[in-house]
């Protein structure tokens, strides 16, 4: 019987940051193991609501893993962990404050769009 591991990274498909972390993401992905996703999608939607969250609910990254779903910085450390490279050294960072880390994400999020926005 065949163990199924499907891994899909969701992520806010307007945010220029996003876009670019995604892309540095594919080009660690040597396997393709990952799946892509943008949360303002249909398989985004439909998660979203099966978390219930809001459905315009976009300053997040999630990263699911057959049924189990990563929110925030632990998505973030989950990605990189499944990434087959030399960036495992950087899962060491999730002993820095998870606010921290949270924090400083939003911060980059609001600096994005408030470049879009002038």
């Known amino acids: 019987m065949k163990i199924i591991n499907e891994k899909i990274v969701y992520y806010d498909g ?4 996003c876009d670019g972390s995604i892309s540095l993401i594919l080009k660690f992905d040597k396997n393709n193991t990952l799946k892509y996703s943008s949360l303002q999608g ?11 969250k809001e459905l315009h609910e976009f300053d ?3 990263f ?10 632990t998505a973030v ?3 990189i962990d499944s990434l087959e490279v030399g960036l495992k050294y950087s899962k060491y960072l999730i002993y820095f404050h998870k606010n ?3 924090g400083f994400i939003q911060k980059l999020q609001k600096i994005d769009l408030s470049i879009l926005e002038n």
């Open 60 to 62: 997040t990254v999630l």
């Open 64 to 73: 699911k893993v057959n049924d189990q779903v990563y929110t925030k910085s």
């Open 14 to 17: 307007l945010c220029g940051l």
């Open 100 to 102: 921290l880390m949270i």
């Open 42 to 52: 249909k398989s985004g939607q439909i998660l979203l609501k099966q978390l219930n």
């Open 77 to 79: 450390f989950k990605i």
